[in-house]
């Protein structure tokens, strides 16, 4: 993809990302954390799609954003007498300076690399990877299903409180 259209979308995702990314870190109360983090992973998927890997994309918003950040508000929905703010901690000190130290880290890399720029072909599409996924590959991408519903039933299970317990247990029993 090559235009002023793409640059502008590169900017304005880049903008989006790293806002929605500092929400993450400022946000006192959880919940808007989460949603901060949703939106950071929409962000994500948008440079995906400017980099022509819409599969990618779509996978980054369905992982992500439909499992792993719904699977995180249930747990915080559902956790009874859960504190749902961001207290100050000890540690803020120390997290910044490996912040400071993970960026000089990053743009030492960045600038010592020899990035290429030649436009090769992956040479695998959409429709093989499909058919890869259902085909040769269909035992892994099952179990990652059925351990990611475990993953949520579990949760579940674990903020249910004692007397839903019970009430489960006295109507097995009728």
Do not use: C
């Amino acid at each position: 993809m090559e235009g002023a259209g793409v640059n502008i979308a590169f900017y304005a995702l880049s903008i989006l990302t790293l806002v929605s990314a500092g929400g993450v870190m400022v946000s006192r109360n959880l919940l808007h954390a989460v949603l901060f983090l949703i939106v950071t992973f929409i962000g994500v998927a948008g440079f995906f799609v400017l980099l022509s890997a819409e599969f990618i994309a779509m996978a980054q918003i369905v992982i992500y954003v439909g499992a792993i950040a719904v699977l995180i508000l249930f747990a915080i929905v559902l956790t009874p007498r859960s504190v749902r703010d961001n207290s100050e901690t000890a540690m803020v000190g120390p997290a910044i300076l490996l912040g400071i130290a993970l960026v000089t880290v990053f743009l030492f890399v960045i600038h010592d690399t020899a990035w290429s720029t030649g436009g090769t072909d992956a040479g695998l599409t959409a429709k093989e990877l499909g058919l890869a996924l259902l085909s040769t590959w269909v035992l892994p991408f099952e179990i990652a299903s059925v351990l990611l519903t475990a993953a949520l039933v579990g949760a579940i299970m674990l903020v249910r409180s004692e007397t839903e317990e019970d009430e489960d247990v006295t109507d097995a029993d009728a």
